[in-house]
Nanobody, 124 residues
Framework: QVQLVESGGGLVQAGGSLRLSCAAS????????MGWFRQAPGKEREFVASISWSGGSTYYADSVKGRFTISRDNAKNTVYLQMNSLRPEDTAVYYC?????????????????WGQGTQVTVSS
């Protein structure tokens, strides 16, 4: 059984930064790509960023490209999302998830295990 636990969310002013963490249980963390998604009230869950098992490849949604950075530390079973230049439209619950494909997929269906989410609120 895989458990993913996100942390690092909070309230920040527009233009500020936050770093989210996702700690994974299990011995096979380094075998899988990982992704971050977000869901705002009344909206569908949307892709934010993904990273390959080695960390050598990354993929971003256009809306966050140049502002967010995904990374991972396989020794710590943790994936990170550094968020800079935050905007009010980035307000959402952020989820990390484990990929079931070898590609850096941006679709919900390509992920099997999900965390419980962490709230990020950006005030204007």
């Amino acid at each position: 059984q895989v458990q993913l636990v996100e942390s690092g969310g909070g309230l920040v002013q527009a233009g500020g930064s936050l770093r989210l963490s996702c700690a994974a249980s299990g011995r096979t963390f380094s075998n899988y790509g990982m992704g971050w998604f977000r869901q705002a009230p009344g909206k569908e869950r949307e892709f934010v960023a993904s990273i390959s098992w080695s960390g050598g490849s990354t993929y971003y949604a256009d809306s966050v490209k140049g502002r967010f950075t995904i990374s991972r530390d396989n020794a710590k079973n943790t994936v990170y999302l550094q968020m800079n230049s935050l905007r009010p439209e980035d307000t959402a619950v952020y989820y990390c998830a484990r990929s079931i494909t070898l590609s850096l997929a941006g679709t919900v269906g390509a992920y099997d295990y999900w965390g419980q989410g962490t709230q990020v609120t950006v005030s204007s």
